[in-house]
């Protein structure tokens, strides 16, 4: 009797962050990243989807609570754990 031991792939999982390329605060950008669009007509629909439908006001507040909600990519790490060039401890000066 043998038993066979399934390995797991683990694919990447995307992350919905804000673009290091950003207009405003990478927003639009990021969701063109995301979904794989051109980042330009990503922003010139969302600004007319802001602007045009007559609910300016709560375009804006949808946008504002984006950015405020998604992370940056600058200060995104997901693999903190097998950076080298962090270091951590306690450092002491020489001789005392």
């Known amino acids: 009797m043998s ?5 797991k792939k683990t694919m990447a999982k995307k992350k919905l962050m804000k673009s290091n390329d950003r ?5 639009f950008g990021g969701i063109a990243e995301y979904f794989g669009w051109e980042k330009t007509l990503t922003r010139l629909v969302g600004a007319v989807l802001i602007i045009f439908p007559g609910n300016v006001f709560l375009g804006i507040l949808l946008y504002v609570v984006a950015a ?4 940056d990519k600058a200060g995104y790490d997901d693999n903190r754990e097998e950076d ?3 270091i951590e401890g306690e ?6």
Do not use: A, D, R
């Open 3 to 7: 038993i066979k031991i399934k390995e």
């Open 23 to 27: 207009i405003v605060s990478g927003v």
């Open 68 to 71: 405020m909600v998604m992370p």
């Open 84 to 86: 080298e060039t962090i």
């Open 91 to 96: 450092f002491k000066p020489k001789g005392k």
